[in-house]
C-alpha cells in the first residue's frame, strides 16, 4: 500500500519536439504561460528529497514517498516564502546540522551558498504552459539548464487513478517516468541517481504564491514556449 502524500505525478521527456500539444489542448483548453527560473538543490544522502527555490521567492522541499507504476507519489514537507520563517530555518538546521545554517536565511543566495557545499544545485530556466483540469493538472515545459535544452510533459493530481486515467487518454508515445532530480543528476552529472532512501518528514508550512495572467489562446502560450 502506497504511504499517504499529497500528490502523485507522471513526467516524461521526450526528444523530437512535444508530442502531447494536440492532445493536452483538446483535453484541458486554454492553458496558463508562465516565464521563470528554478534552482533545484539536489542532496545526494536524500535522493529521494528535492528542495527547490522557485521563481527567486518561494522555497520548497518535495520528498518522494513512493512509486506506483506508471507514476511517483511525492508530499510537499516544507514551504516558505522568503526570507525564511525563523521555525522553517531551526528546522532545516536541526535536518542538516553538517550545513551550519545561519539563524536568518533572507535571501536564495544565502541558503544556496551554505547547503551548496555538499549538495549539487542547478539553475532552471522554464517555459512553462499548465493547464487545470478536473482533479489532474497538464504542464508542458521547454528547460534551459547549463546548457542543455529539453521539453517536459507532467501530469499531477491528488488521486492516483484520476491521474493514471488522464495518462491512459494521452496517446503514444509512454515514456519513462522521471523526476526532475533523477533528470538532473543523469542528464547534467551523467550519473544514475542514487537508491532512494527514508528522510525524515519536515512540517508542511503553506505559503500563497500568486497566480500568472492566462493566455487567450494556446498559439500565444505555444509561441512563448518555443520562443529563444
Known sequence: MMP?????????????????????????????????????IVLPKHPECLMIVRGGTLFEIKVKTGV?????????????????????????????????????????VDLISWLGHDASVFTVGKRLV???GDGCTAQ??????????????????????????????????????LDYGAWLQRRILGILPAPVAQIAPFTLLPSKVEKPEPVSTWRAALLTLRSA
Open 68 to 108: 506506483q507504476a506508471p507514476v511517483s507519489a511525492w508530499a510537499t514537507q516544507m514551504r516558505s516564502a522568503f526570507p525564511l520563517r525563523r521555525s522553517v530555518v531551526r528546522m532545516l538546521q536541526e535536518a542538516f546540522p553538517a550545513s551550519e545554517l545561519p539563524n536568518c536565511i533572507a535571501a536564495p
Open 130 to 132: 499548465t493547464f487545470q
Open 140 to 177: 508542458l515545459t521547454q528547460v534551459d539548464t547549463h546548457g542543455h535544452r529539453a521539453d517536459t510533459f507532467c501530469l499531477t493530481g491528488k488521486r492516483y487513478d484520476t491521474v493514471v486515467e488522464t495518462l491512459g487518454s494521452i496517446p503514444a508515445p509512454r515514456l519513462p517516468n
Open 4 to 40: 499517504r502524500v499529497s500528490l502523485f505525478e507522471y513526467r516524461a521527456w521526450p526528444t523530437g519536439g512535444m508530442p502531447h500539444i494536440a492532445a493536452v489542448h483538446h483535453m484541458f483548453g486554454q492553458g496558463v504561460a508562465e516565464i521563470r527560473t528554478d534552482t533545484y
